[in-house]
């Protein structure tokens, strides 16, 4: 999934070009402490208040299989 679909999920976005804050799901934030950054194909979450990610992704929906961009998955050559 590309970051920008990912960051559809959360409320209180900003940012651009693949680097974001948002609301994180899992508490009361007032101001955005969710981090969501893309780098490498794949979408990295940090939040600063210290929610896990497994309980972020699950509270929105998403899974860890979900923060991987699918154009970028190596095709296997057998």
């Known amino acids: 999934m590309l970051t920008e679909e990912i960051i ?20 009361i934030d007032n101001n955005p402490s969710l981090s969501i950054n893309a780098k490498n ?5 940090h939040c600063f ?5 497994k309980w972020i992704l699950t509270k929105v929906g998403l899974t860890f299989e979900d923060l991987r961009d699918v154009r970028t998955k190596e095709i296997k050559k057998y």
Not at 8 to 27: D, E, I, L, Q, W
Not at 49 to 53: H, K, V
């Open 41 to 45: 194909g794949i979408t990295l979450i």
């Open 8 to 27: 559809t999920h959360f409320k209180g976005v900003v940012g651009s070009n693949g680097r974001y804050m948002a609301k994180c799901p899992c508490h």
């Open 49 to 53: 208040a210290g929610c896990e990610a």
